[in-house]
């Protein structure tokens, strides 16, 4: 669960099968969406269920990182367009159990049950 850096929504990430990643607005706790987790990119028939998410520090809350078990993955998507995944990072060999985005930079990182701290950085292409 992570609130945006305007104070005006939450973002939830579920342990569930669908519906896994929302955002609600505060002033009204009502839902604003819900991302699209299998829209584009369908790596199995497995749902993937979410263990965290948050918004992106660097960009303006435009990025959403979130990442999970059953699946095994991380993505990232678009605030604008919660229907497509833009970077989906999957096929790891244990679930996902914690996602964080760097403070001060385009960085983002994760660590999961095989112990391992992934961290990796988004270049903007013009």
Known sequence: ????FDGQQLLTASWSQEKQLQTWDLRTCKLICNFDWNSQIKVSNQPCQLYSGQFSRQFDNQL???????????????????DNAQICIHDLCREVNTVDWAHKDSRFA?????????IFEIQQIN
Do not use: C, K, P
């Open 64 to 82: 959403t990182l979130a990442g999970g078990s059953g699946e095994n993955e991380v993505r990232i998507f678009d605030s604008q367009d919660f």
């Open 110 to 118: 994760f660590s999961g049950g095989d112990g391992y701290l992934r």
């Open 1 to 4: 669960m992570r609130e945006s």
